[in-house]
T-cell receptor, first 114, second 113 residues
Framework: EPEVTQTPSHQVTQMGQEVILRCVPI?????FYWYRQILGQKVEFLVS????????KSEIFDDQFSVERPDGSNFTLKIRSTKLEDSAMYFC????????????FGPGTRLTVL | DQQVKQNSPSLSVQEGRISILNCDYT??????FLWYKKYPAEGPTFLIS?????DKNEDGRFTVFLNKSAKHLSLHIVPSQPGDSAVYFC????????????FGTGTRLTVIP
């Protein structure tokens, strides 16, 4: 069964460093998302991506964040200068097309900023 | 921003009995609702969904009920099994063009053998 994959599973970084989180969405899906979950809190939407551009972003997704689909399979989230409060689980999700509302999630990347 | 709320952080049920998980929402523009199940160190797994034009959707042991006038939905699991023990998230979509999901805080279900 096709699934969303994410790498790495755990990333530890120093405050101020850049990190890139990687995702491979399900191959025939057209919509891609990043969410995050700070420990003990709910899952929050960060950004959605369709047709090679950002379609929506939340107020969390400030200038320190960027997304890219560098090739036909990968979807990346970059945090330019990490802050302590960026420590969270980051989930990538994908959705097939407009006739389906279900989003399928990857296993997540745990980001720890020291 | 509490557009989707799950007021019960935890629920314990005996194996074989019914589990009922509840969810309330405030935004009447939501038109699609989903339940996800999550195990520790894993991503949310899609379980079942319902469109706002329906009031019930059933898939095996899982049934979701939607009461639009009360802005309330519930997930029924019957019979409950120990493998159902997980955190269950309610989510809603339809208020943005990208259909991003708004999640509740989750309910931890424990099914006691």
């Amino acid at each position: 069964e096709p699934e969303v994959t994410q790498t790495p599973s755990h990333q530890v970084t120093q405050m101020g460093q850049e990190v890139i989180l990687r995702c491979v969405p399900i191959s025939n899906h057209l919509y891609f998302y990043w969410y995050r979950q700070i420990l003990g809190q709910k899952v929050e939407f960060l950004v959605s991506f369709y047709n090679n551009e950002i379609s929506e972003k939340s107020e969390i997704f400030d200038d320190q964040f960027s997304v890219e689909r560098p090739d036909g399979s990968n979807f990346t989230l970059k945090i330019r200068s990490t802050k302590l409060e960026d420590s969270a689980m980051y989930f990538c999700a994908s959705r097939q097309d407009n006739s389906y509302n279900e989003q399928f999630f990857g296993p997540g990347t745990r980001l720890t900023v020291l | 921003d509490q557009q989707v709320k799950q007021n019960s952080p935890s629920l314990s049920v005996q194996e074989g009995r019914i589990s009922i998980l509840n969810c309330d929402y405030t935004n009447s523009m939501f038109d699609y609702f989903l339940w996800y199940k999550k195990y520790p160190a894993e991503g949310p797994t899609f379980l079942i969904s319902i469109s706002s034009i329906k009031d019930k959707n059933e898939d095996g042991r899982f049934t979701v009920f939607l009461n639009k006038s009360a802005k309330h939905l519930s997930l029924h699991i019957v019979p409950s099994q120990p493998g159902d023990s997980a955190v269950y998230f309610c989510a809603a979509s339809g208020v943005t063009g990208a259909n991003n999901l708004f999640f509740g805080t989750g309910t931890r279900l424990t099914v006691i053998p």
